[in-house]
């Protein structure tokens, strides 16, 4: 049992400010982000840039878990392929390179890559936290296919999830070598 776990009550909390049923989603959301950052803790430069043949570093996943954030928040959400200016400053780099792999982000320290997240979260949290339930609910049509922001919610906890996985692996990878 997680030593956090003890005498505390395991329930599903509420972001304020917002509806109800928005705030239970980025309360998931912000706890699968705090967890991100406590596996992160202690990581040097060496682990954060380590990559196995044909694999992604650290640096590159955390990079690709701002990088989807915001285009499922912009693109999907907002409805929009303009990103405003202080995120694209953000998000200088491709998400893939012309082979469809993962851009490579090294050399970024691990303080750059919580300030991209930090930052990046923001923006999704103040744009959710403004919304009314009926346009959370509302389905937006894609070319190939629809969703409702919160979906895309749903959607962006079980992806930064999975990748902390695999960023745990990368890191005991690493720190075996």
């Not at 609910?137 to 999830?161: D, F, G, K």
């Amino acid at each position: 049992m997680r030593e956090d776990w003890d005498n505390k009550p395991l329930t599903i909390e509420i972001v304020e400010g917002c509806a109800p049923e928005i705030g239970r989603l980025l309360w998931q959301l912000e706890v699968t982000r705090e967890r991100l950052k406590e596996k992160l803790a202690g990581l040097d430069q060496a682990t954060l840039d380590f990559a196995l043949p044909n694999e992604n570093s650290i640096g590159t996943l955390l990079y690709h878990i701002a990088a989807i954030e915001m285009s499922w928040l912009y693109e999907e959400v907002v409805e929009t392929t303009v990103f405003p200016p202080e995120v694209n400053e953000l998000m200088c780099y491709d998400v893939r390179d012309d082979a469809g792999r993962l851009t490579v982000v090294n050399g970024r320290s691990l303080d750059q890559h919580l300030h991209t997240l930090d930052r990046t979260r923001h923006y999704l949290l103040t744009h959710f936290q403004q919304m009314d339930i009926a346009n959370f609910r509302r389905v937006r049509q894609m070319e190939n296919y629809s969703c409702t922001p919160e979906w895309v919610l749903h959607h962006l906890i079980q992806h930064e999830a999975e990748h902390r996985g695999q960023i745990m692996t990368i890191r005991t990878q690493a720190e075996q070598k």
